[in-house]
């Protein structure tokens, strides 16, 4: 908010929802937050952002096993390699400081992710149970909370913001809705949320239209198996094709339109829908759900709350390259700037 205070103008949104984002998991994992000249931390961003932007990449091996051997041939994967060690090398480091302050007290609690896994393990350990809990896991678990659990975030605020300024009736509606619900005076809280039905639905809405994940992550069947008269063998790469699901008219009656109706009752009323997936489904499906639902509906608030976004004078006229997007392993939006008007 205060740096949307100081430039209100030609604001790269991204950038912001980026830091945010990942602060909150610096929050949860590390408990404790990064300062903006800290070259380490600022490294390590550049290196996750990199890492989630070439993402399509990274599957290839899996979707075509036979190019493994040319794919680790090429400079573009021994950097990926590089930088998914980098990665874990800052993760180890910062896990190697919680495991010092811990130790340093027998009776702590713990204040983060971190922190209970190391008392979980030191606690197992005391009863010999060395199996369970390995460094290792920590160490991949906080990687792909920080790598999948920041930029998504980040784009699905993005894509908010953006689909605000595209259809600025919806943005009228959710500025209404959030004024008479929650004031001006303080900014929304979770307990405004069942009360807030017009603006859950724009923010299904917005996650429908975007599909952030097109095809979500790819998957593997673990055995023969049979759907609907088709054989799925062992082995198999399966691709979630969210997108289509989406935009799919037995399911959406304006499927290619944004149209937060998709989501409320004829009566008003919040009616969340089970064909919207932005999360994926099942046992593997996104294990941030939660916590990404919690960011964008407090940060989304807040900002409408305050402000009135617009397209920046020189994007104007490409709202329609904007939304179009660019596919990857997400769904990027156009090139954009946005203007934030105090209210």
Same mark, same amino acid.
């Given at each position: ?234 082995? +198999?790469?399966?691709?979630? *094709? $969210? ?7 037995? #399911?959406?009656? !304006?499927?290619?339109?944004? /149209? ?31 916590? +990404?639902?919690?960011?964008? *509906? $407090? ?7 305050? #402000?009135?976004? !617009?397209?920046?004078?020189? /994007? ?28």
């Amino acid at each position: 908010m205060e740096k949307l205070e100081q430039q209100p103008t030609e604001v790269k949104v991204i950038d912001h929802f980026n830091a945010l984002t990942n602060s909150v998991i610096a929050m949860l994992v590390f408990g404790r937050r990064y300062a903006n000249e800290d070259k380490r931390y600022e490294k390590f961003l550049e290196n996750s952002k990199f890492l989630f932007d070439v993402g399509l990449l990274s599957e290839l091996p899996f979707l075509f096993p036979y190019l493994s051997k040319l794919l680790s041939l090429l400079p573009m994967t021994r950097k990926i390699v590089k930088t998914v060690q980098d990665i874990q090398t800052f993760i180890e480091e910062e896990i190697t400081k919680r495991e010092a302050l811990i130790s340093s007290d027998a009776d702590a609690e713990g204040t983060c992710l971190c922190d209970a896994y190391i008392i979980e393990r030191r606690n197992a350990e005391a009863k010999g149970d060395f199996e369970t809990f390995k460094k290792f896991q920590l160490v991949r678990v906080s990687m792909e909370l920080f790598v999948a659990g920041t930029d998504t975030t980040a784009k699905t605020l993005e894509w908010l913001m953006i689909h605000m300024a595209a259809f600025p009736e919806a943005q009228d509606n959710v500025q209404e809705e959030i004024h008479r619900v929650a004031g001006t005076e303080r900014q929304p809280q979770l307990s405004d949320k069942a009360q807030l039905h017009y603006t859950q639905a724009v923010i299904d809405e917005s996650m429908r239209f975007a599909s952030l994940a097109p095809n979500a992550i790819s998957h593997r069947a673990i055995k023969d198996t049979y759907f609907r008269g088709y054989l799925i063998p062992a082995d +198999a790469a399966i691709v979630p *094709f $969210l997108y289509g699901l989406h935009r799919n008219s037995k #399911y959406w009656k !304006r499927p290619h339109t944004f /149209y937060p109706g998709h989501f409320l009752t004829e009566d008003g009323r919040y009616a969340p829908s089970k064909m919207l997936e932005p999360f994926c489904v099942g046992k593997r499906a996104c294990p941030g759900e939660s916590l +990404a639902k919690l960011e964008i *509906f $407090l940060t989304f608030t807040a900002i409408i709350q305050r #402000y009135r976004v !617009r397209f920046s004078r020189d /994007y104007e006229t490409k709202v329609d390259d904007i939304l179009r997007g660019v596919c990857g392993l997400a769904r990027d939006a156009g090139e954009n700037r946005l203007d934030f008007v105090r209210l």
